[in-house]
C-alpha cells in the first residue's frame, strides 16, 4: 500500500508541477487563452521514477517495465489523455515474455481534421541489467528511453491542457524496442489494421542531453526522406532540427521505432534526437541514470517543439510529404 501511494504522489507531482500563463507571460485573466508550462521540476519527477533502481532497467517482461507501465497509465489518466483503445495497453507476446505499449489520445478540436493523427512516441523498455561497474548492475536507461518517453507525456499533457490541435495525437509509449522493435512493430500493424488515418510519426529518441553550441539542438533521422524538418523549423521559427551527417552510416533510420511506422503506414516517420554519440558516454551503461539528466535542456526542447507540432497539426492541408531519399 505505501508503494502505491508513493507512486500515486509521483504521478501527481510530475502532472502538476507547471503553471498556465497567458499571452503577455503573466498569469491568465478572465477571457484570457492560458497555456501549460513546461517544468523541470514535473520532467525530473517522472525521470526519477523511470530511470530509478527500483524498475531493475525495465526489461520487456519484467516486474519493472510493469511497473513503469502503471506509472506511465496513471500519468495519462491523471492528465485527460485516454485510452485509443479499450484501455491503454496494446498487448503483445514475445516467447513467453508479456509485452505491452501504452497508447493514449488527444483529440483534435476541428471536426474534419480531428480525423486525421498525429503520432508521437518514445520507448519506455531497456535493457534490464549491464556490465558491472563499481558494484552497479542496474542499466537504467535515463537518456535511452526514459528522455523520449517523457517528451511524449510532456507533450500530451500540454495538449490535453491546451487543446490548441487541430489534429488528434496518439501518445504512444513502445515496450521491446531493445528487442528489434518489437513493440511498435506490433502497433503499426494493428493501427494499419484498424485503417487509422495517419498523417506523421516522431519518435523522440534520446533527448535528455544537449548537444554541442555549434550544432542545431537536434537531429532528425532519414533527414532527406521528407520535408519533415523544413517544415518543423518553419513554424519553430528557427533551426531546431537539423541534419545529422553520421545518421546513414550508423542506420539510424531504420533502427527505431519510427522505422515500422514508415513501413506499415507509408507516412513521415521519423527519430528526433539530441544524442549524436559524441555528448554522452553512457549508451547501455550502468550510469545512464537521472543525475546526468540536463533537464534545462529537455524544458528548452520541449519548449521549441510546441510551436513546430502546433503549426504542422495545424495546417490546413498535409504540407508534410515524403520524398526520394
Known amino acids: 500500500m505505501r508503494k502505491i501511494v508513493s507512486l500515486l504522489i509521483i504521478v501527481l507531482v510530475a502532472s502538476c508541477a507547471y503553471h498556465t500563463k497567458g499571452a503577455d507571460g503573466k498569469s491568465g485573466k478572465d477571457g484570457e487563452t492560458v497555456k501549460p508550462v513546461i517544468t523541470q521540476e514535473a520532467i525530473k519527477a517522472s525521470m526519477e521514477y523511470l530511470a530509478s533502481d527500483d524498475l531493475n532497467g ?46 493514449g489520445m488527444v483529440e483534435g478540436n476541428d471536426p474534419k481534421l480531428k480525423d486525421e493523427f498525429i503520432i508521437l512516441g518514445g520507448h519506455y523498455d531497456h535493457i534490464g541489467k549491464g556490465k558491472i561497474v563499481e558494484g552497479d548492475s542496474i542499466a537504467n536507461g535515463a537518456n535511452d528511453d526514459a528522455s523520449g518517453t517523457i ?51 516522431i519518435n523522440f529518441e534520446m533527448i535528455g542531453v544537449p548537444r554541442a553550441q555549434d550544432k542545431t539542438m537536434a537531429y532528425m533521422s532519414g533527414f532527406e526522406r521528407s520535408n519533415f524538418a523544413e517544415t518543423l523549423n518553419r513554424y519553430a521559427g528557427k533551426e531546431v532540427i537539423g541534419f545529422f551527417p553520421k545518421a546513414k552510416g550508423f542506420n539510424l533510420f531504420m533502427r527505431s521505432d519510427n522505422f515500422p511506422f514508415y513501413e506499415e503506414l507509408n507516412i513521415p516517420a521519423h527519430a528526433i534526437s539530441t544524442f549524436d554519440f559524441s555528448n554522452f558516454d553512457y549508451y547501455h551503461h550502468v550510469d545512464d541514470e537521472a543525475d546526468k539528466m540536463d ?20 495546417a490546413p492541408t498535409k504540407e508534410v510529404i515524403l520524398k526520394d531519399e
Open 58 to 103: 525495465r526489461a520487456t517482461g519484467s516486474v519493472g517495465i510493469e511497473k513503469a507501465a502503471v506509472f506511465i497509465e496513471t500519468y495519462l489518466k491523471t492528465n485527460n489523455i485516454t485510452p485509443y483503445f479499450e484501455t491503454y495497453r496494446d498487448s503483445f507476446k514475445l516467447n513467453d515474455l508479456d509485452g505491452y505499449n501504452i497508447v
Open 151 to 201: 517528451a511524449a507525456m510532456e507533450f500530451g499533457k500540454y495538449f490535453a491542457q491546451s487543446k490548441t490541435n487541430k489534429r488528434s495525437i496518439l501518445i504512444t509509449l513502445y515496450d521491446a524496442e531493445e528487442m528489434g522493435l518489437k513493440g511498435s512493430a506490433h502497433l503499426a500493424a494493428k493501427l494499419n489494421e484498424k485503417g487509422i488515418n495517419a498523417y506523421t510519426m
Open 295 to 314: 533537464y534545462a535542456h529537455m524544458v528548452n526542447f520541449i519548449e521549441k517543439m510546441i510551436p513546430a507540432l502546433e503549426g504542422m497539426m495545424n
